[in-house]
Nanobody, 119 residues
């Protein structure tokens, strides 16, 4: 079992920055990637950024490319999402999740952290 705990959300003005963290505990094993998702009220959940845990390869949604940076601290089992040049449309609950390469779906999810960007 893997537990994921997000932190770092809050209220920020448009143009500002926030850094989200996702601390993982338990037996994560190997051969997996981690993703940051977000969901705004009345909208579908959106995959924002992905990173392969071992190799560090990344991918981003077009809506955040050039503004968000995903990274990981392997010794501390922590995932980060640096969010710069925030816009009101970035307002959402942000979740981290784990998906193993052998599986089609994300298996483990955090509880989410609220990000609110005011105009």
């Amino acid at each position: 079992q893997v537990q994921l705990v997000e932190s770092g959300g809050g209220v920020v003005q448009a143009g500002g920055s926030l850094r989200l963290s996702c601390a993982a505990s338990g037996r994560t094993g190997a051969n997996y990637l981690m993703g940051w998702f977000r969901q705004a009220p009345g909208k579908e959940r959106e995959l924002v950024a992905v990173i392969t845990w071992s190799g560090g390869g990344t991918n981003y949604a077009d809506s955040v490319k050039g503004r968000f940076t995903v990274s990981r601290d392997i010794p501390n089992n922590t995932l980060y999402l640096q969010m710069d040049s925030l816009k009101p449309e970035d307002t959402a609950v942000y979740y981290c999740a784990v998906r193993y390469y052998s599986e089609a779906e994300y298996r483990y999810w955090g509880q989410g952290t609220q990000v609110t960007v005011s105009s």
